[in-house]
């Protein structure tokens, strides 16, 4: 079945840097890519997403790419905060599955003054 | 968008007693999801519930151990039977606005079992 890897554990970027998070996934047929975000002690809160059909998507700071010849998405944070510090969820989906999501295991961003 | 609302936000337990974490949507939803996440960890699907129907469960996860009801199209209630420490994670309930991806999340219950 699809599998999604989400590649850092953890990163730690200096406030004011950008911090990038990758992922790849195996099922080509995978259309649906959202990000989110979960603060310490809380819930999840989408932040970004991508549809196969482009490449490139961008909401203020936070810009999606997506490679669908390598399999691979990735979010890119610009001029990082210290509220950016949080945990990161890439997942994918794809519409034969109804859009049921298979998460990646989590990036801990760490935002360093 | 779609409001998810969780009750209770934790609850502590002794091992072998029952409790229900039930969910609250703010607008009608097709199907409902109930995710469970260790600490810090990624969420593992448990089960879809759609309105009226039996619950679809994923592997390694059973009606008899999580019930879940899904009584009509804004609510949810999830039972976590004969609760062990293992089950002490954080339970979260979800579902889409839309037909194509958007998934949005309750707030999540704590859970610990003593």
């Known amino acids: 079945g699809e599998k999604v890897e989400q590649h850092e554990s953890t990163l730690s970027v200096r406030e004011g840097d950008s911090a990038v998070i990758n992922c790849t996934y195996t099922?080509?047929?995978?259309?649906?890519f959202p990000w989110y975000k979960q603060e310490a002690g809380k819930g999840l809160h989408f932040v970004i997403d991508i549809r196969s059909n482009v490449d490139r998507k961008q909401s203020q700071r936070l810009i999606v790419l997506l490679d669908k010849k390598a399999k691979r998405f990735s979010l890119h944070i610009t001029a990082t905060q210290p509220e950016d510090s949080a945990i990161y969820f890439c997942a994918a989906s794809w519409m034969d599955s109804n859009y049921q999501l298979i998460w990646g295991s989590g990036t801990k961003l760490i935002i360093k003054p | 968008s779609v409001l998810l609302y969780q009750k209770p936000n934790r609850d502590i337990c002794q091992s072998g007693t029952s409790l229900k974490i039930q969910c609250v949507a703010d607008s009608q939803v097709v199907s409902m999801f109930w995710y469970q996440q260790f600490q810090e960890q990624s969420l593992m699907l448990m089960a879809t519930?759609?309105?009226?129907?039996?619950?679809?469960?994923e592997s390694g996860f059973t009606k008899d151990k999580f019930p879940i009801s899904r009584p009509n199209l804004t609510f949810s209630t999830l039972t976590v039977n004969n609760a062990r420490p293992g089950d002490s994670s954080i339970y979260f309930c979800s579902s889409r606005a839309g037909g194509r991806g958007e998934q949005y999340f309750g707030p999540g219950t704590r859970l610990t079992v003593l």
């Open positions: 099922d080509t047929a995978s259309s649906y």
């Open positions: 519930a759609n309105e009226g129907s039996e619950a679809t469960y």
